[in-house]
């Protein structure tokens, strides 16, 4: 993989999010079942995966299904299924060719277990991958995960930002916590979290996008890098300049 010229080698990496929306009305606006969409949006997250470490993202997390979404016709929910499964199987081998290391966050007990297998298979594969930490969020809920780290919390005095941070990495992720996220993008043109990464994205900046999930390209994204780049993030301060 080439890094591009947004960044050097002192340019920390990034936490990226995306929610990847639209990929229904992609298809509906052309006459095509939604199932059509969600395949082509597989094509999208394909090229997205590949495009991220060059533009200095080090983590990157995907929201693939929520724990709402179960409340879809059974049918969608069936396809959906199916075709992350079949993405995990077709993604494996190239993974570890460019050196991603996968995990897959949210709840695992409703998945059905060829999915299960397909995930785990990839996880296990993918371990020593280090270009790029890709999570994909299936039957995920950012409460949900808040809650389930507050039970872990029980007995860890005094209860701090910090120490919560870590147990909700521990509740979410197979793997060591993800640092905070730096830049959520929204595509599909809803400007909502739906339940995404609430606690991890306290101070991320906000992309949000008309394009539907399966038009978003490697342009776009940089196009978002750019925007992020320019913005000044002060988390509560002022700027320097100003400081005294
Ligand atoms: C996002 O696309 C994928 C999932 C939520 C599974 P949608 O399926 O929500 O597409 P729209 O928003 O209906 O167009
Ligand atoms: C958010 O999309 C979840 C994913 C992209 C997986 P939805 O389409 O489910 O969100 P709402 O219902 O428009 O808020
Ligand atoms: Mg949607």
């Known amino acids: 993989m080439m890094q591009s010229s947004l960044m050097n080698s002192a340019t920390p990496l990034l936490h990226v999010?995306?929610?990847?929306?639209g990929s229904g009305r992609w298809?509906?606006?052309?006459?095509?079942?939604?199932?059509?969409?969600?395949?082509?949006?597989?094509?999208?997250?394909r090229r997205v995966v590949e495009a991220a470490w060059g533009m200095g993202i080090g983590t990157l997390t995907l929201f693939a299904f929520s724990a709402e979404n179960w409340c879809r016709p059974p049918r969608e929910v069936a396809n959906l299924l199916k075709i992350f499964e079949e993405y995990f199987v077709s993604e494996k081998t190239v993974w570890v060719e460019q050196g991603v290391c996968l995990s897959v966050i949210g709840r695992r007990d409703r998945l059905p277990p060829s999915l299960l297998e397909a995930v785990n298979e990839a996880e296990i594969s993918t371990a020593a991958g280090r270009a790029l930490r890709l999570r994909i969020a299936i039957d995920f809920s950012g409460r949900d995960a808040i809650v389930r780290a507050a039970e872990r919390l029980n007995g860890e005095r005094p209860a701090t930002p910090e120490i919560f941070a870590r147990l909700l990495g521990e509740a979410t992720d197979n793997r060591t916590p993800a640092p905070e996220v730096d830049l959520i993008?929204?595509?599909?043109?809803?400007?909502?979290?739906?339940?995404?990464?609430?606690?991890?994205?306290?101070?991320?900046?906000l992309y949000f996008t008309d394009r539907m999930w399966p038009d978003f390209d490697a342009q776009e994204l940089e196009g978002a890098l750019r925007e992020f780049r320019g913005r000044h993030r002060r988390f509560g301060r002022v700027p320097a300049a100003v400081a005294d």
């Open 185 to 205: 993008i929204r595509t599909g043109g809803e400007r909502r979290l739906s339940d995404f990464l609430l606690w991890e994205s306290a101070y991320a900046e």
């Open 27 to 45: 298809a509906t606006s052309r006459g095509l079942p939604r199932e059509a969409g969600h395949r082509e949006g597989m094509l999208a997250t």
């Open 17 to 21: 999010g995306i929610i990847m929306d």
